[in-house]
């Protein structure tokens, strides 16, 4: 029914990083990835074509917003996400579940599932786990997941083990409801906040659904990053070797790099996107500020150590300017660099751990961006 | 000292549809033309690359934009405004002077040039036909224009009189201010109104100069567009068959081919990209409002007959999807099919007047866009 979609293909020797290779309908992915998100079915700002000439692997796209708008029924009709939006690579959808308990007092919480109102014109809906599948069923993407609760940092032990449990509740609802397993592979998502028996305890009810695939939730909501990675050195070690883990939400260089340092194989997050739209790149020495006064004359390119289009062909003082003055080809341009410099980052500790030498190159990596030793 | 640039290659024997070719610094431009406009050294939302893959020959950038920011001795310092925004195509500025009189009572005019506010920073600026040269110097493009009197319509006879002869000492201005006749061609612009004899006496005045190329100003400012065509069947036979004729901020398909069929070879407009960005699209079977609720499940593309990028791999769905969700992508798409659909527009005509066939496809082309026939 579902099938083995992961193979791990090399371990590094002085940590608990490793390669390996997922195998979705659309594709094969090498791990460790990092998935651009394309929230409404684009990835802002990028064509299909520019994500593959920066060796884009895999999307990530929102079942809520898609669901809201333009309908997963539409989206259907038109042949499905990868015919719709154009890319015919692997896709991953999120179950929705961070998006509508980030709605506040728009949402309610019950057994069934959650009731919310629309962000766009304030109507009325409902999902379900039962309902999430069958969005993203409609949508068609080579990896879904399943529909959890997701809670706020902090929260009291007794509060997350409750989650816990209707997380697992949830899980086998969201299984039991699937009927693409031969083209869609369902993950579970492992949540349990910062508490290792509850991570635990979430982990060992998961795994004996023997899901094709694990996410691990709830973590990049506030708590401090050393909470996360002590969660990982905890967790991590629990979760099976021949399936994918998958750290939802982080994208940060740092988080990266100590997520594959504990064998993280796969990463999705708005932030290389999101701050390059409001003129922040992140370049080999760190990140820029474009608009910064210091860039008027510099004729220089953004990254000298970057290959990528903006850098081979534009200055920072070109690009200050299309800041400066509000043009969209800004927006692409340092979108393009950053989503370009995340992925070269993942191919670069690929090879660092087929090499055996992870831990080195982490190191360099960090120093050099941070300015700073990097802990481990 | 300056060149002969202009060659014409072909008439139309039915009208005054002409083609020719224009040789610049940067390259040969197979007339008659449209130029998208790059205001802020960019054309929005679109790379040198995607307008190379819809032929674009030529750019039109603006002088007053790029005089405010980045300024032109930044643009200088770049290596002049081909290398700032890596265009390596031939480029023409304006002069600054459209847009000074636009500012309304932000600007003061008197016989030495025109006093103004910025339209950013409120900082005070003024901008003389020495100056204008000077900025369009710095800049670099291969055609430049002359700083004249831009004038509103209506205007009466005495004042269209007064503000020609104003023009007519400023293109000589110009012209004395011009230092580099070797790889900058100087236009002159001829006003007028809509009033023959002072169009004539611009003309005569201008032509007396002997500048490379004329351009033909004040039209499509509020005037009907039968008074523009009037102005263009008695001024044009008084131009010289061996200049370029380029009317100035034209850019509609029915002004396109009304100026084609009268003997125009270059136009440039804000249309195209503008309208492209609030979401109608020029196509085949006239304009489409892409957000409008008929293109909802409409999987088929925006125009069957245009082989673009945005026809080629998006539905109409999707294009509505992306501007109902204020995505980006949206507007690069739009854009990228207005620009190829003029542009191919011109294409067509170019053929149809070397295979003299001229008439026949304007009038196709217009019944087919506007449902009704061609006055001609």
Not at 53 to 68: A, C, D, G, K, P
Request: hydrophobic share 35%; aromatic share 10%.
């Amino acid at each position: 029914m579902k099938k083995n979609i992961f193979q791990q293909t090399a371990v590094s020797s002085e940590s608990k990083g490793r390669t390996g290779l997922l195998t979705t309908t659309h594709g094969q992915i090498e791990t460790p990835i990092f998935m651009p998100v394309g929230t409404q079915a684009t990835v802002k700002t990028m064509t299909p074509e520019e994500l593959k000439t920066i060796h884009t692997q895999i999307l990530l796209s929102n079942t809520y917003h898609l669901y809201m708008r333009p309908g997963h029924d539409l989206v259907a009709r038109a042949g499905g996400l990868h015919s719709f939006m154009n890319w015919p690579g692997p896709i991953l959808t999120d179950s929705g579940g961070f998006q509508v308990f980030s709605l506040g007092p728009l949402r309610k919480i019950t057994e069934e599932g959650v009731a919310f109102q629309s962000h766009i014109d304030g109507s009325r809906h409902f999902i379900s786990p039962e309902k999430s599948v069958e969005i993203q069923n409609s949508l068609g993407a080579d990896i879904i997941m399943a529909f959890d609760e997701c809670i706020p940092y902090p929260a009291d032990h007794e509060y997350v083990l409750h989650s816990v449990d209707r997380t697992t509740r949830w899980a086998k609802r969201c299984f039991d409801a699937h009927n693409r397993w031969d083209d869609q592979h369902l993950f579970g998502i492992i949540q349990g906040g910062i508490f290792h028996d509850l991570r635990q305890r979430s982990a060992e009810a998961l795994l004996a659904m023997d899901f094709p695939g694990y996410g691990i939730g709830g973590l990049s909501v506030g708590e401090p990053k050393e909470s996360m990675y002590d969660v990982l050195d905890h967790l991590i070690p629990q979760m099976p070797q021949d399936k994918p883990r998958y750290l939802m939400g982080v994208g940060s260089p740092d988080c990266l790099i100590h997520g594959v340092l504990r064998g993280v194989d796969m990463f999705d997050c708005v932030l290389p996107t999101r701050i390059a739209r409001n003129g922040t790149a992140m370049t080999s020495m760190g990140q820029v500020v474009i608009k910064n006064a210091v860039h008027t004359e510099a004729f220089e390119p953004l990254d000298p150590n970057c290959d990528c289009y903006t850098c081979q062909n534009y200055s920072r003082a070109y690009l200050r300017h299309l800041f400066k003055a509000n043009e969209i080809l800004g927006l692409r341009l340092l979108t393009w660099h950053n989503l370009h410099f995340l992925l070269h980052l993942m191919k670069t500790l690929r090879q660092a751990i087929t090499e055996d030498h992870l831990v080195e190159t982490c190191r360099a990596f960090y120093l050099q961006y941070y300015g700073k030793p990097l802990e481990w």
